[in-house]
């Protein structure tokens, strides 16, 4: 096997009484995509700030380069060629993309006065590394994200990084921008240099990474080479459960469809959309980014107004004028950001619960009920199984997939008929994304009408009765998932063979 | 490389088309604005607020707010007014200006130690600081209008060269405190664009995290900036007391609204990382002129209130709705991108 340029042996490291790692190891061959995956609270972030030096650990050893270290400072680590790319990439989003290059190794040359002439050779080399054509003079702030993240690559590269540790760098990309990164890091990786890849999307682990380590609980569960790892596996490591294949079979689909919609178009988003939906069926509508795909739910939630077209309700036609007259009809929408979109991050638990149904939990001079409120709450943190220690705990608190349960429990606490979810799982760990699937197959039993915009392929195939795909604005095809596979989706909506 | 796009985003050339607008109206109805002494009078009262707006300025570009350099100026000048009348001191002016400084320096000191060290919020820290050290001026040192000593006073009365209007008869000299406004804008200058400090003090308004995982030494940067405004709020007191030639406590107090605003108008960032001297001086000028000039065009004094007011919020909501703009408008290219 090829030398290491990072070995991690028996980190351990609590805080407070919380273990966070339990004589973790971890072992990096020069010039290797190594992947970490693990679940929220698995311990890789730990772990990661115990390799930047952050954190010390209170046992272990961490070998760089053949030197050996009981702990690392943030400065020892830099000089040693370990960079991390964090989440937030950590740049200065009102300053130039020269000074956001330039600024740290002047930091660390430790120069006390700017010279413009030199920080502009020092970003235009930086830049040059990986081929990356932007302005130099333009603020940070107005770049889009993918090329924040590259400024990031190469801010690290100009620390003559050995080995690169991306937290989660595919978090906030398009599937487009995914495959520059993907390039980029293939790029670095011919130049001799290692990349720690953190992830918990299976499919960017299969995609890019040779080697990987699956940390759960703070432990080694799993470490080898990614060829010879399958799904099955690679969930099961992850979430310490097996999980039945899934794949919904509609027990209860009523005759009547509940919505219909004719020939609907608007402008630049698609065209002509005809299609049905019955109560207790779940149609997964999936295509590709700019495939029309959101705006089509938005417009059956109210947002947008169709130019042409018909939708009819139980066998009557409407025009839904807002999002209140949608609600009203008994049409509910979650957004796909439900970080922005759809949630009180620093209010409890309890008040994002009833804060679409107050008028109903109040007396008659208009005070809330708070046996009723706290009854309510206690009923969905059940139904749902949301894991919360109590409903008076603030929702960011919540991993993501039980955030997204409590965006679900408001709009199920109204009385819906049609549930339209857009990337419902999105950011979501894999146990959780589980538990969400069953869930919508549950609701879906009771007789709602649902509808799931994804273009997480394997989750439509999972949870849909039924599927079309959509591209350009038309749909393509209508499929039946049991007889569907992942690829034949894929090729409709790229509609590349 | 500057675009002509890029111009237009900043808010400098809006103020500074508001000042010429103005200047032109006030000229074109009184004949008065673009005299002589007119322009020195305007000089003479920017002095002031122009010193305290640099530091304030530092201030909210590195994402705090700072609301004390009054109370910090007002302290520091009484008590050394009081030290130089009580040792019958006759000689230079630069100890004054050095005593003064160095009071303001301890006080600044105690806002940077509570923001950088026990990372208190800024407003809070220097409303709590404010209060502070107007009771011990006025408790204490039970302060009133007091004389100054002849150091101060012969300073006061150094003038560079004096204007006279000849239509109107009227003189107006200018104060030798001008250089020191001056002497303090071009270090400014230099500090906040040749040095890792001053980048520093916009990394840290870009993104704190960011600036200390970039190695940037963030407390100390926060002990500097909060320092110096305490060093230039005492420079500011001595420079206000030897232009009025008599040691009034409470002249300054109250003057941290209108500079903030001047400076805010003036384009810095309310939540920090963007602001520049040019904007600043640009933002006071404004200020200066309604709160001087409107007079000449027969505006009586109380009305200028309204005008500033009326400024302070025209100013501000434009800034913020460019914000908003630039935001939806980038919101929209990346959803074209992608």
């Not at chain 1, 929220?40 to 952050?54: A, D, F, P």
């Not at chain 1, 961490?62 to 690392?72: A, C, N, T, V, Y």
């Not at chain 1, 049991?482 to 590349?496: F, P």
């Not at chain 2, 201030?59 to 019958?88: C, E, Q, R």
Request: aromatic letters at 6%.
């Amino acid at each position: 096997m090829a030398a290491s340029v990072l070995r991690v042996k028996g980190i351990t490291k609590s805080f407070g009484g919380v273990q966070a790692l339990r004589g973790v190891s971890l072992d990096i061959a020069l010039g290797e995509i190594h992947c970490l995956a693990g679940e929220n609270g698995s311990g890789k972030s730990t772990l990661i700030k115990i390799i930047s030096g952050v954190h010390e650990p209170d046992a272990g050893e961490i070998e760089i380069d053949g030197r050996r270290f009981s702990h690392l400072n943030p400065k020892e680590a830099i000089g040693l060629g370990i960079q991390v790319i964090y989440q937030d990439f950590s740049v200065f989003p009102n300053l130039t993309v020269m000074e956001n290059l330039a600024l740290n190794s002047e930091l660390m040359d430790k120069r006390k006065l700017v010279n413009y002439k030199r920080a502009r050779a020092i970003a235009a080399n930086a830049v040059s590394q990986i081929g990356f054509d932007v302005d130099l003079d333009e603020r940070v702030e107005n770049l889009t994200v993918a090329d924040r993240q590259l400024i990031a690559i190469c801010r690290a590269l100009l620390q003559e990084a050995k080995l690169i540790i991306m937290d989660e760098p595919t978090s906030a990309l398009t599937k487009k921008e995914v495959k520059a990164l993907f390039a980029v890091i293939k790029r670095l990786q011919a130049r001799g240099l290692s990349i720690l890849f953190v992830s918990h999307k299976l499919d960017e682990v299969f995609e890019i990474s040779e080697r990987y380590t699956i940390l759960r609980s703070g432990e080694n569960v799993a470490s080898g080479s990614t060829v010879e790892l399958d799904r099955k596996t690679f969930v099961f490591h992850m979430t310490g459960r097996q999980f039945e294949d899934e794949f919904y079979t509609p027990s209860a689909i009523r005759r009547e469809p509940i919505l219909s919609v004719r020939g609907l178009s608007l402008g630049g988003a698609y065209a002509d959309i005809s299609f049905d939906l019955a109560a207790g069926e779940i149609l997964g509508i999936t295509g590709l980014l700019g495939s029309g795909r959101t705006e089509l739910v938005e417009t059956l939630f109210g947002i947008f107004q169709p130019e042409a077209g018909t939708i009819s309700i139980r066998g009557k036609e409407v025009r839904i004028k807002s999002v209140k007259d949608a609600i009203r009809k008994g049409i509910g929408y979650v957004p796909s950001d439900r970080l922005t979109e759809g949630l009180f991050q620093p209010q409890t638990v309890e008040r994002n619960l009833s804060i679409t149904v107050l008028d109903r939990l109040s007396d008659h001079f208009g005070f809330l009920r708070r046996g009723a409120i706290a009854a309510m709450t206690r009923r969905w943190i059940g139904d749902l199984s949301i894991a919360t220690k109590s409903p008076a705990l603030p929702v960011r608190t919540l991993s993501g997939g039980n955030q997204q349960k409590v965006v679900l429990a408001r709009w199920l606490a109204n009385d819906l008929s049609i549930l339209m979810l857009n990337g419902p799982t999105m950011g979501v760990d894999i146990g959780s994304k589980y538990d969400i699937h069953v869930l919508m197959r549950k609701l879906a039993g009771k007789g709602l009408a649902i509808i799931i915009v994804s273009d997480d392929l394997p989750e439509v195939l999972a949870c849909a009765s039924r599927i079309l795909v959509m591209r350009d604005g038309v749909f393509v095809q209508e499929l039946d998932p049991t007889v569907t596979t992942e690829s034949k989706l894929s090729e409709l909506s790229t509609g590349i063979a | 490389m500057i675009s002509l796009g890029r111009i237009s985003k900043r808010s400098e050339p809006y103020v500074l088309a508001a000042i010429i607008l103005l200047s032109l109206l006030i000229q074109a109805r009184s004949g008065q604005f673009f005299s002589g002494n007119n322009l020195v009078d305007l000089a003479r009262s920017l002095i002031v607020p122009a010193l305290f707006s640099v530091g304030c300025m530092m201030v909210i570009v590195s994402g705090g707010i700072d609301v004390s350099f009054p109370a910090i100026a007002s302290l520091a000048m009484y008590v050394t007014d009081k030290i130089l009348l009580a040792s019958n001191y006759s000689g230079n002016v630069i100890l004054a200006y050095a005593i003064s400084a160095g009071l303001g320096l301890l006080m600044g000191a105690l806002n940077g130690f509570l923001i950088g060290f026990l990372r208190l919020p800024t407003l809070v820290v220097t409303l709590g600081t404010s209060s502070l050290y107007t009771g011990l001026m006025f408790g204490a040192f039970s302060a009133s209008a007091s004389d100054v000593p002849p150091a101060i006073a012969r300073h006061g009365k150094e003038i560079l060269f004096t204007a006279t209007n000849p239509t109107m008869g009227l003189t107006s000299n200018m104060p030798s405190q001008i250089l020191i406004l001056i002497a303090v804008l071009i270090l400014a200058f230099l500090l906040l664009r040749y040095t890792m400090l001053g980048r520093g003090i916009y990394a840290i308004g870009g993104d704190e995290t960011a600036a200390e995982r970039a190695g940037f030494n963030v407390r100390g940067i926060k002990m500097f900036l909060y320092c110096f405004v305490g060093v230039l709020a005492g420079i500011t007191g001595i420079a206000r007391i030897s232009m009025m030639t008599y040691a009034d406590p409470s002249t300054m107090l109250g003057m941290e609204m209108t500079v903030i605003a001047a400076v805010v108008l003036g384009g810095t960032r309310v939540t920090g990382g963007m602001g520049s001297l040019t904007g600043t001086i640009l933002g006071v000028a404004l200020m200066t002129i309604l709160s001087n000039s409107l007079i000449l065009i027969g505006i009586p004094t109380y009305w200028t209130r309204v005008f500033t007011g009326a400024v302070i919020i025209i100013g501000t909501g434009v800034t913020a709705h460019q914000t908003i703009a630039t935001r939806r408008r980038r919101a929209q290219s990346q959803k074209a991108a992608a």
